[in-house]
């Protein structure tokens, strides 16, 4: 498997354009997260699924940001209008159901987007 | 809630010292837990996990102990590289898949 795909690498855009941010699981993972990393606030949790369906996105800043899965192999989040303080490395990642036991099992990382606000 | 404390960085070492990198937690249950790497550029790679108490994770000469009556998880390395230099996150799981990180720690290693 080619891990887990992120598109564009590099996305830089004036303030109030929408952006779109897409991302590709590893086929067979049955969770997607996105991740927002900032020198300010580290590593934050923006939302995560469970089989396509959304199942905590207490960390999406506001109503701008949304975020969909319309199957197991595609997630998009969205951000409109955008802002200058949405610059960020926004990061896909996906990980398998850890088993009827429930083990904790590892996410899978995309290289992420890097996204610049004019 | 879930929480991960770890050392404010950057931790500036010569090569072939031993390294340290300190981190605790706070969970309710039994959660799992995880060191990441991040190279400059690159997304997050797991570098070793441990899933139960007194479990050593290790992997390219990186070590981390589960002491669950110290809700610790150190990372340990007996002799670091300068290819070793890069953005280490302490992080752990509980009920259920979500991630809970630690804020990182740079390390720079030179010669």
């Known amino acids: 498997d080619a891990g887990v795909i992120q598109s564009p690498r590099h996305e830089v855009t004036e303030m109030g354009q929408e952006v779109t941010l897409r991302c590709k699981p590893i086929s067979g993972h049955d969770y997607l997260f996105w991740y927002r990393q900032t020198m300010m606030r580290g590593l934050e949790l923006l939302i995560y699924f469970n089989n396509n369906v959304p199942i905590d996105d207490s960390g999406m800043p506001e109503d701008r940001f949304s975020a969909k899965m319309p199957n197991a192999s595609f997630s998009t989040l969205k951000i409109q209008p955008s802002e200058p303080r949405d610059s960020a490395v926004y990061f896909c990642?996906?990980?398998?159901?850890?088993?009827?036991?429930?083990?904790?099992?590892?996410?899978?990382f995309g290289q992420g987007t890097r996204l610049t606000v004019v | 809630g879930n929480s991960v404390t770890q050392m404010e960085g950057p931790v500036t070492l010569s090569e072939e010292a031993f390294l340290t990198i300190n981190c605790t937690y706070t969970a309710t249950g039994y959660p799992s837990l995880f060191w990441y790497v991040q190279y400059p550029g690159e997304g997050l790679q797991l570098l070793l996990k441990?899933?139960?108490?007194?479990d050593k994770g290790s992997n390219k000469g990186f070590e981390a102990t589960y002491r669950k009556e110290t809700t610790s998880f150190h990372l340990e390395k007996g002799s670091v590289q300068v290819s070793d230099s890069a953005v280490y996150f302490c992080?752990?799981?509980?009920?259920?898949?979500?991630?809970?990180f630690g804020t990182g720690t740079q390390l720079k290693v030179e010669l």
């Open positions: 441990a899933t139960k108490a007194d």
């Open positions: 992080a752990l799981t509980g009920g259920g898949n979500k991630l809970t």
């Open positions: 990642a996906s990980s398998p159901w850890g088993g009827s036991q429930g083990l904790n099992t590892e996410a899978f």
